[in-house]
C-alpha cells in the first residue's frame, strides 16, 4: 500500500466540515533512492488517481463526492528531492483546470 503500487488507491478521506475529499497517496522511501524509477513511480500513481477520480470510480464507491471539492495528497516520510518537488509543481499547475487540488505532507 504505497505509491509503488499504482493500482492502489491507498486512503480516501472525507471531511464532512468541507466537504472535501482526499486521495492519499503515501510514500515511504528516501526520494534519492533510484530517483528516476520514483519520479516515475509517483506520476504513474497520480494519473491512476486522477483515473479513479474523474472517470467516476470515486463517486461510485463515494456518491456523496459528486460535485466535492478533491484534492490530492502526497504522505511522505521523507522531504521531496528537487526533482519531485517540480514533479509536483507540475501536477499542480495541470490541476488548476479541473479544480483538484495537491498537498505535499511530510510526516514525522
Given at each position: 500500500?504505497?505509491?509503488?503500487n499504482p493500482?492502489v488507491?491507498?486512503?480516501i478521506?472525507?471531511?464532512?466540515?468541507?466537504?472535501?475529499?482526499?486521495?492519499?497517496m503515501?510514500?515511504?522511501w528516501?526520494?534519492?533512492?533510484?530517483?528516476?524509477?520514483?519520479?516515475?513511480?509517483?506520476?504513474?500513481?497520480?494519473?491512476?488517481?486522477l483515473?479513479?477520480a474523474?472517470?467516476?470510480?470515486?463517486?461510485?464507491?463515494y456518491?456523496?463526492?459528486?460535485?466535492a471539492p478533491l484534492?490530492?495528497?502526497?504522505?511522505?516520510?521523507?522531504?521531496?528531492?528537487?526533482?519531485a518537488?517540480?514533479?509536483v509543481?507540475d501536477?499542480?499547475?495541470?490541476?488548476?483546470?479541473q479544480?483538484?487540488?495537491?498537498?505535499?505532507?511530510?510526516?514525522g
Amino acid at each position: 500500500m504505497a505509491v509503488d503500487n499504482p493500482n492502489v488507491v491507498d486512503l480516501i478521506t472525507h471531511d464532512p466540515a468541507t466537504g472535501e475529499f482526499d486521495l492519499i497517496m503515501v510514500a515511504d522511501w528516501d526520494w534519492t533512492d533510484e530517483p528516476e524509477l520514483r519520479l516515475a513511480q509517483l506520476a504513474h500513481k497520480i494519473e491512476n488517481y486522477l483515473g479513479f477520480a474523474l472517470d467516476g470510480g470515486l463517486i461510485a464507491q463515494y456518491p456523496q463526492a459528486d460535485g466535492a471539492p478533491l484534492r490530492l495528497q502526497l504522505d511522505t516520510v521523507h522531504p521531496l528531492s528537487p526533482a519531485a518537488a517540480e514533479l509536483v509543481a507540475d501536477w499542480r499547475r495541470r490541476l488548476i483546470d479541473q479544480r483538484i487540488s495537491f498537498r505535499v505532507n511530510q510526516l514525522g
